[in-house]
């Protein structure tokens, strides 16, 4: 007999094209990756690291939340050439899915706990409002999921090919200016579909935003599907609009409006019809191109509407507004909001969204004293405290942690990803190398008070969103040195756009408070009257960007 004959198609499971195509679709073809859960808890924990099959090792267990970590002394410069066992050691990353990012103090006490008891008291805040802990042992998972799920929290498709944590505004439901409130949309979202074997097995991981904040807090252009919140539909009711394809990494796109308006109601039902389209039509042979992006760029926003219209809602969608201006150029709700009840929010920025288990355990314990015993982390790798009435109290506590209300534009506007510490896959360190050029910028420019968005990567895949910041700083290696690849002027929001990479720009890591400085004094020697850092980059000649 024969063998049966390879297909030759995108591995559209719409079209008929199941075989598998690369290893990742064959691992997920032989076993659910929700299923590794069991022989976490019931194989490997009990027989320790060494016991666990490669495929769920570096696969499967990514849809608990579960990564391997970088063996610690590992240079950047092999990241690339090493197989994944040489670079693998025998501790975790693990992701707490937090969506909306909402949490009670009591829950951020729980997560604090499992830093300080299992975690070797590390901890970080991501860009996606989740909470990321380190150096977490297999044999130790029963144990810590006990601790989380009692708490209301969840590690289930924090990570893989999964419906990833779903974005949403830390101020919904109690910002006096909000367009909707879509607390109510994302539970729903999260109850009837995350941890669903419809949506388990996607061609790649698939992000989430669903917000009706004024400042358009949740980032919709660079996300795989968001839901917008307009005031005014077709009813005069508040609703949301569509847009889908964002994304970045090594292949940037922004997201497109499909030009439709969704109410609360048919939200959860067109989300799962964006998701099917994407677990459907997207491409699975090639890993790069397995993202919703490609499809929608390939499709355009008319066909992909036609095809969620006829062939998975059964029903055409009205046409409706596109979202408002966004309210102010920050996006990040850092300082003090006064809310429709008369309390206040108090946003801080921790540095580079490093925090400790213990002071983690801090901020809960300060939302107690002295708010509703609320929390939340936004997109920005901050922290919110809810209900606040002292906040001068509350400011002067914060400040004594090293937790800045009033921070300058440079603790307020950088990020950094996880980077060499941790990362298997990045080049360069990140986290203390931002923390260093915040104190050094803060020394050079105290006087600095523009927006400046200084977004650090340790590798090109755009974990903190180098492509869309002021300053994005790709890692890189530069005669041996770590360094980085310099991206300028991007932006998101009203004039939302990839930023400019200046041909042969790229410094090492001891150049880099030298080249900052220099180019934002280029930016105030040479800006027009209330342009943006961001517009004049557009527009500045080559030498004034060196």
């Known amino acids: 007999m024969p063998a049966p004959q390879r297909?030759?198609?995108?591995?559209?499971?719409?079209?008929?094209?199941?075989?598998?195509?690369?290893?990742?679709?064959?691992?997920?073809?032989?076993?659910?990756?929700?299923?590794?859960?069991?022989?976490?808890?019931?194989?490997?924990?009990?027989?320790?690291?060494?016991?666990?099959?490669?495929?769920?090792?570096?696969g499967r267990m990514r849809w608990w939340g579960l990564y391997t970590q970088r063996k610690p002394g590992i240079g950047g410069g092999l990241t690339g050439s090493l197989e994944p066992a040489e670079l693998d050691d025998k501790f975790f990353m693990l992701r707490v899915r937090i969506d909306g990012g909402r949490l009670t103090s009591e829950q951020l006490r729980v997560i604090a706990q499992v830093s300080t008891d299992y975690g070797r008291d590390t901890a970080d805040v991501t860009d996606r409002q989740n909470v990321q802990l380190h150096w977490i042992r297999i044999e130790d998972m029963p144990a810590i999921w006990e601790r989380l799920e009692g708490a209301g929290l969840s590690t289930t498709e924090a990570c893989g090919d999964t419906p990833r944590v779903i974005l949403g505004c830390p101020l919904a439901g109690v910002d006096a200016n909000e367009v909707i409130d879509g607390t109510d949309a994302i539970a729903e979202v999260v109850s009837r579909y995350i941890g669903s074997p419809d949506f388990s097995n996607l061609p790649r991981k698939f992000k989430t935003a669903i917000s009706g904040c004024p400042d358009h807090c949740t980032i919709h252009e660079i996300n795989d599907v968001s839901f917008v919140g307009v005031p005014d539909g077709p009813a005069g009711t508040p609703g949301f609009d569509l847009w889908v394809g964002g994304g970045l990494s090594t292949n940037p796109k922004l997201a497109v409006r499909l030009g439709v308006f969704v109410t609360p109601e048919q939200l959860p039902e067109v989300w799962a019809g964006v998701t099917s389209i994407f677990r459907d039509y997207g491409y699975r042979r090639s890993r790069t191109r397995a993202r919703l992006k490609f499809l929608v760029s390939d499709w355009g926003p008319e066909r992909f509407r036609e095809v969620l219209e006829k062939e998975y809602l059964g029903y055409p969608l009205q046409d409706g507004p596109a979202p408002a201006t966004p309210r102010s150029k920050r996006r990040d709700h850092v300082g003090v909001t006064e809310l429709r009840d008369g309390t206040f929010a108090v946003g801080f920025a921790p540095r580079a969204g490093r925090v400790p288990g213990t002071l983690l355990a801090q901020v809960a314990d300060l939302a107690d004293r002295f708010g509703a015993g609320e929390i939340r982390t936004t997109t920005e790798q901050k922290l919110i405290i809810l209900g606040v009435r002292d906040v001068d109290g509350l400011t002067a506590e914060l400040a004594a942690l090293d937790l800045a209300v009033n921070p300058s534009s440079f603790r307020r506007s950088t990020m950094a990803c996880t980077g060499l510490e941790f990362c298997k896959l990045a080049i360069v360190e990140t986290k203390a190398r931002a923390s260093d050029l915040i104190d050094e910028l803060e020394r050079r420019m105290p006087n600095f008070d523009e927006p400046i968005g200084i977004n650090v990567n340790g590798c090109p895949n755009a974990c903190t969103r180098f492509q869309v910041a002021d300053i994005g700083l790709k890692g890189s290696l530069i005669g041996g040195e770590e360094g980085f690849q310099i991206h300028l002027g991007g932006s998101l929001g009203v004039e939302a756009a990839l930023g400019r990479k200046v041909r042969g720009l790229k410094v090492t890591s001891q150049e880099l408070p030298d080249f900052v400085e220099r180019i934002l004094r280029s930016f105030q020697a040479g800006r027009t009257e209330g342009e943006s850092f961001a517009s004049w980059v557009r527009r500045a000649d080559e030498s004034a960007l060196q």
């Not at 499971?13 to 290893?23: F, H, I, M, S, V």
């Open 7 to 58: 297909s030759t198609g995108q591995g559209q499971w719409a079209l008929g094209d199941r075989e598998p195509l690369n290893t990742n679709e064959q691992f997920k073809k032989e076993d659910d990756g929700l299923n590794v859960r069991q022989r976490i808890e019931t194989v490997y924990a009990q027989n320790g690291f060494d016991s666990i099959e490669p495929n769920d090792l570096r």
